[in-house]
């Protein structure tokens, strides 16, 4: 019979993947150590082991938990049942303002996951692809069309770039909040799709 948790232990567990997330962001997986972790999260490295077996566990549980709430995220905005304009735009929106939330993690997640075991890597990343399917199946609602000429995922992509990589230049303190940011993506993306032109689908080999 497994013992029971203490009082308070999934507090203290996300408090230290909460700074583990920010060391991994300020100086790299490869750079931090387990002592820092413990002297970040102000408990011994004996307690630190108690949570995590070691630095990679961190680092996976990091991943796993942004990755898996940015899929939550989709789920939630797709439970809306919302026509495919209203709903891309919710997309952008929910996404932009979970990034401004958890930015340390979100560098973690596109920076530090080289780190981990192929398979752990790819089972992330099966879940991202998840989230970007999402994305572009709503995107082909709005132009069906794009699905058949193959640029539904580019466009999808290319949709992630503006948002994926604020946390390299938006401050949290500057003149553009996030709310206003996600309005500037959906008008830009928005203001530009309808003036994409259908190439002629790829042959295949």
């Known amino acids: 019979m497994a ?14 993947l909460a700074a583990s997330a920010r060391l991994f962001a300020e100086q790299g997986f490869s750079a931090t150590s387990m002592n820092q972790v413990a002297e970040a999260c102000g408990v011994s490295k004996p307690t630190l082991y ?14 796993d938990a942004h990755v898996h709430g940015l899929l939550a995220l989709v789920r ?9 304009e209203p709903e891309l735009r919710a997309l952008i929106e929910r ?9 340390d993690q979100h560098r973690v997640l596109t920076s530090e996951i080289r780190f981990l075991p192929d398979d752990e890597r790819e089972r992330l990343l099966a879940v991202e692809r998840e989230v ?17 000429a193959r ?9 992630f770039g503006m948002i994926n990589w ?28 309808g003036a994409v032109q259908l190439r002629e689908p790829a042959l295949s080999t």
């Not at 013992?3 to 230290?16: L, T, V």
């Not at 609602?141 to 058949?148: D, N, Q």
């Open 3 to 16: 013992r029971p948790r203490a009082p308070g232990f999934e507090a203290q567990r996300e408090d230290i």
């Open 50 to 63: 108690h949570y995590f077996k070691d630095k990679q566990q961190l680092l996976a549980q990091i991943c």
């Open 76 to 84: 939630e905005v797709q439970a809306q049942a919302l026509a495919p």
């Open 95 to 103: 996404f932009t303002q979970a990034y401004a939330d958890a930015q």
């Open 132 to 148: 970007v399917t999402a994305f572009a199946d709503t995107l082909c609602r709005l132009r069906p069309e794009l699905r058949e």
């Open 151 to 159: 640029l539904h995922k580019p466009l999808t992509m290319l949709l």
């Open 166 to 193: 604020t946390f390299t230049w938006l401050r949290p303190d500057g003149e553009l909040s996030h709310e206003a940011l996600a309005s500037l993506v959906g008008q830009l993306f928005f203001g530009g799709l």
